[in-house]
């Protein structure tokens, strides 16, 4: 059909243990519910989901203790409000793995606060060796390559050893 996207399988060399680099966007659940029916084998499957969380950086600016504890109020209540959404969109991606036969057990969540972007979190992450292969969602990867001047996958798979790497094209998008 005019205007459908084709979705690609996993690549071969993905294996059963997979990190998959989550944000805070409906296109990256969408990416998730395009790529978890796509998985060969569920029952044999670990992921983890990652989500950078670029650290909260401002600078009083005000003349008097009010302020100071208004702007410290107001960016605690912004650090709530991520963490909430961050946490839905972990349980939403939960319950997608888990409807497609992952186990419980197999699905794990981790927040980063310390990499200095997405690509270094997702790199620091893999470097770890816990994992055979990184999903990422094309808005991930495009809005990286435009941000780096790269291609994630590439820059992925430079610094990686044999990790496969699937960029997911959301079928929602």
Do not use: C
Not at 84 to 105: H, M, N, S, W
């Amino acid at each position: 059909m005019e205007g459908e996207k084709t979705m690609e399988k996993p690549p071969a060399d993905l294996g059963g243990k997979l990190l998959v680099a989550l944000d805070d966007t409906p296109g990256s659940l969408a990416m998730v519910r395009t790529a978890a029916p796509e998985l060969p084998d569920p029952a044999h499957t670990e992921v983890t989901l990652i989500h950078y969380l670029a650290p909260v950086f401002w600078e009083y600016g005000g003349d008097s203790p009010e302020t100071a504890r208004y702007l410290d109020e107001q960016a605690r209540k912004q650090d709530e409000k991520e963490d909430k959404l961050t946490l839905r969109y972990f349980d939403e991606a939960q319950e997608v793995f888990k409807e497609v036969g992952i186990a419980p057990d197999h699905i794990h969540t981790k927040e980063d606060w310390s990499a200095s972007d997405v690509s270094d979190a997702v790199l620091n992450e893999l470097r770890s060796g816990a994992y055979t292969g990184v999903i990422i969602g094309r808005d991930h990867h495009d809005a990286l390559a435009r941000l780096l001047h790269l291609d994630l996958a590439h820059s992925l798979q430079r610094h990686t050893d044999n990790i496969g790497v699937w960029v997911v094209e959301s079928s929602e998008d």
